[in-house]
Each structure stands twice: as structure tokens, then as C-alpha cells.
């Protein structure tokens, strides 16, 4: 089925570890995006990638970095996994920034756990 | 700036009683607005979303939302609750052109559905 894959679907990291959170979508969308999920704190946005070649900083932005490798993929990098950035994280993607306000596609979630 | 409140992080109602969830929203420019639903372990799904246009939308699963201006609202609505509605529920604003694309999310509201 069409749609956002994210992977891996759980990650248990040490404090200190680095870690690459995958994401690839087919829908041959411009624009992806990474949030976190935390209790009582809805989705707030980490990085984001307009199109293919140029990635901007979110609302969260510190202490990750993201790569966009092509069109389909978008990936998310802990340098140096702190027990703060324990959180399930999603990816999601739409046809362009502009179709951002016709709503996302996102990915089933990685839930880590930094210990 | 745009923000949303979700007023309730938790409500609770008996199967086949009305769903009322609330969300209010900021915006210094006309809205985009949403309603996204997340089953457990599973990512956001786009329930409705009112763009331009008729302000009563309706969307999935039987809700529907009316977009009130003078209200700043954008309430969710489904006249007879059934056991599978049992999610958490977010409300999301957008800035269409003239302020940001990227919505932002309300901190959610978990719908809790008693036989």
C-alpha cells in the first residue's frame, strides 16, 4: 500500500549512542517532515524538508539532524541519544509545503526509549 | 502566530451518546483547519478538513466539524458514539499564504467510549 514507512518501529538507545530513525514514502510527495510525540504535548515539528535538497528547523530542533536523500527519503540522526528525546516519533509527508494545509500522510511511528 | 487549544484531554461518553470535542484556534490569517485521529501504537489519520467554503465539513466515520469564525472554533462532532472511536483525537490550524503552511497541532484530546 501506498503510503509513509518508517523504520524501525522500536529502538531502546543508552544515553550517549547515536542512532539514524528511517523514513521513505511513495507517494512521490515533495515535502516530508519529523515530529515528536510526547504525553500532553500533542506533535511538535523537528525538521522539515520543503523539496528534495533543502531540510529547515522546527519548532524542537536541538540535539538532531536530518539528511534528505532523495525525493522518497528522510531520514532523522540522534548524534548523542539523551533520556529527553525518549518519544515516539513520527514522519509524514505532503505533496508540497503549500499542501501542507490539505493535510499530511504520516508514518505508524518509532518509539524510543533512551535509557 | 497561529496556536490551537483543545479544551479536555480526556472525554468520556457512553456508546451511542453524542461526541463533542473542542478546538479553538488563533490565526492572524484565514485558517486551514483539521482534525487528525491516531489509534493506539498507530500513526495520525485525517479525519476532515475545512479549507474554503461550506463551514459545516463532514469526514469519516460519521463526524463532521463546523468552522465558526466569530468563535475562533472548529468543533468535532458525531451524534451516536461507537466503541471503535475510542482514539485520541487533534485539532490542527494552518496559515494559508500569508503565514505558515506548516500546521500546528493542539495537544490532543483521548475520546474514551463506555458500553
Known amino acids: 500500500n501506498a503510503g509513509v514507512t518508517q523504520t524501525p518501529k522500536f529502538q531502546v538507545l543508552k544515553t550517549g549512542q547515536s542512532m539514524t530513525l528511517q523514513c521513505a514514502q511513495d507517494?512521490?510527495?515533495?515535502?516530508m517532515y519529523w515530529y515528536r510525540q510526547d504525553p500532553g504535548m500533542g506533535l511538535r515539528l523537528i525538521y522539515y524538508?520543503?523539496?528534495?535538497?533543502?531540510?529547515d528547523k522546527g519548532e524542537v530542533p536541538n540535539g538532531y539532524n536530518v539528511s534528505r536523500l532523495n525525493k522518497r527519503e528522510f531520514s532523522l540522526r540522534l548524534e548523542s541519544a539523551a533520556p529527553s528525546q525518549t518519544s515516539v516519533y513520527f514522519c509524514?509527508?505532503?505533496?508540497?509545503?503549500?499542501?501542507?494545509?490539505?493535510?499530511?500522510?504520516f508514518g505508524s511511528g518509532t518509539r524510543l526509549t533512551v535509557v | 502566530a497561529q496556536s490551537v487549544t483543545q479544551l479536555g484531554s480526556h472525554v468520556s461518553v457512553s456508546e451511542g451518546a453524542l461526541v463533542l470535542l473542542r478546538c479553538n484556534y488563533s490565526?492572524?490569517?484565514?485558517?486551514?483547519l483539521f482534525w487528525y485521529v491516531q489509534y493506539p501504537n498507530q500513526g495520525l489519520q485525517l479525519l476532515l478538513k475545512?479549507?474554503?467554503?461550506?463551514?459545516l465539513v463532514k469526514g469519516i466515520n460519521g463526524f463532521e466539524a463546523e468552522f465558526k469564525k466569530s468563535e475562533t472554533s472548529f468543533h468535532l462532532t458525531k451524534p451516536s458514539a461507537h466503541m471503535s472511536d475510542a482514539a485520541e483525537y487533534f485539532c490542527?490550524?494552518?496559515?494559508?499564504?500569508?503565514?505558515?503552511?506548516?500546521?500546528?497541532f493542539g495537544r490532543g484530546t483521548s475520546l474514551i467510549v463506555h458500553p
Open positions: 509524514a509527508s505532503s505533496e508540497a509545503l503549500q499542501g501542507a494545509g490539505y493535510g499530511y500522510t
Open positions: 524538508s520543503a523539496s528534495e535538497g533543502t531540510t
Open positions: 490542527a490550524v494552518s496559515e494559508i499564504p500569508g503565514g505558515s503552511y506548516i500546521p500546528t
Open positions: 490565526s492572524s490569517v484565514p485558517p486551514y
Open positions: 475545512y479549507t474554503t467554503g461550506a463551514t
Open positions: 507517494m512521490n510527495h515533495n515535502s
